[in-house]
DNA sequence: ACCTGAACACCGTTCAAGT
DNA sequence: ACCTGAACACCGTTCAAGT
């Protein structure tokens, strides 16, 4: 009892949404509901998120991408460090299946919190003798395809009781082979990628 | 005056709910707003519609899939075919940016929608000397860079106000780079993973 | 300074009633 | 068979009022 009295904070505003959002999911998470898991009145969480709920989301999205760029352990390598981004990415991302497609739909949110992933891949990159132009595309490259797969994975998991029911035999096996878990698929289009990647490198 | 007396249908309310969500995006297309653009009252689309709002949402993601899906032109080329795919469906979610999102969450409804397109790929992937499970792993990869890349270009250009607000510089330059244009690196991003597909033919 | 009650203009959906 | 008015249980947000 003594706990919900603590003193309320943007903080804790975007943590109780990013539980609310866990829980129940995105369409779930009004400002009512975030405002009783926090055992205060929706109204009073306007003095932390002035800007409403389009603040408390983008808080959200901040809180899961900070979280994740501050557990990397980057070495230098820039394909071991980009498949590791990509790994870790995706590992955060199927921690909170719901987050996904509100990161995807604000990259500069996104952008703006991974200042301590994008600096180190830059140089690691140019070390290897990338452009910097080539740099540059290849971490915007790497992550929408990281965002890309990940999405289609979260919504597919959650569509899966929708897989049985096709009568197409190709979409029947295209169905049976999401089933069957996407790790090896992530890992075949990941190490695909780098390959394209580490071939630009010649020319 | 007397069109909008036509008999109402099933087609005409997704054509409705694709126009609004085209015209103020996702966010305004309630059943109300629907049911105003067809001079109609909101319940009356239930009748077209019975599964409500989701079906309607459904039936807007699988009419721009069968747009695009239709207007293909297969040569039996994978590596040609894979590639106009991905540059028409870019082209087809450009012209419907708000949709983006909504196929990216509906994967399921997407793959119903484009057995024409699957098929023949399959086909041209296995004669070029693809295992079945690669080009499985393909094309579900491909498609899911177009989706990932095409989602973060509409919210990029939709947030290109927020370009200029960068004073840490490696952001700064990440986002005059997407502000440049997104083409260039469209295209570098498809050719790297096409040639890393095209390197798992010899393995 | 922080919290809130009442109110406003919206939602999706149901259901009984109209034609 | 098709359309609709009224109603229900929700939204985000404002604003004046409380402490």
């Known amino acids: 009892m003594t706990e919900d009295r603590e003193r309320l904070s943007r903080e804790r505003v975007v943590e109780a949404a990013l539980t609310v959002i866990d829980e129940s999911g995105v369409t779930r998470c009004s400002m009512r509901a975030v405002a009783s898991e926090l055992g205060v009145e929706a109204m009073s969480l306007y003095h932390?998120?002035?800007?409403?709920?389009?603040?408390m989301m983008d808080g959200v999205v901040a809180l899961v991408q900070t979280e994740f760029v501050s557990a990397l352990d980057l070495t230098?390598?820039?394909?071991?460090?980009?498949?590791?981004?990509?790994?870790?990415?995706?590992?955060?991302?199927?921690?909170?299946?719901?987050?996904?497609a509100m990161i995807a739909a604000r990259p500069s949110v996104a952008y703006r919190s991974s200042t301590a992933l994008v600096g180190p891949?830059?140089?690691?990159?140019?070390?290897?003798?990338f452009?910097?132009?080539?740099?540059?595309?290849?971490?915007?490259?790497?992550?929408?395809?990281?965002?890309?797969?990940t999405m289609g994975e979260a919504s597919a998991i959650e569509n899966s009781a929708a897989i049985a029911e096709f009568d197409e035999p190709l979409l029947a096996e295209v169905f049976a082979d999401i089933a069957r878990g996407e790790d090896e698929v992530f890992e075949f289009g990941l190490e695909a990628l780098l390959d394209g990647l580490e071939a630009r490198l010649g020319a």
Request: a positive charge; aromatic letters at 10%.
């Open 131 to 149: 452009s910097r132009q080539d740099a540059l595309r290849a971490v915007r490259v790497v992550s929408r395809w990281t965002i890309g797969f």
């Open 48 to 55: 932390h998120v002035p800007g409403g709920k389009a603040e």
């Open 76 to 100: 230098g390598d820039w394909r071991h460090d980009m498949a590791m981004f990509s790994r870790a990415y995706r590992a955060t991302l199927s921690d909170h299946p719901n987050v996904v």
């Open 121 to 129: 891949l830059f140089s690691a990159m140019e070390d290897a003798g």
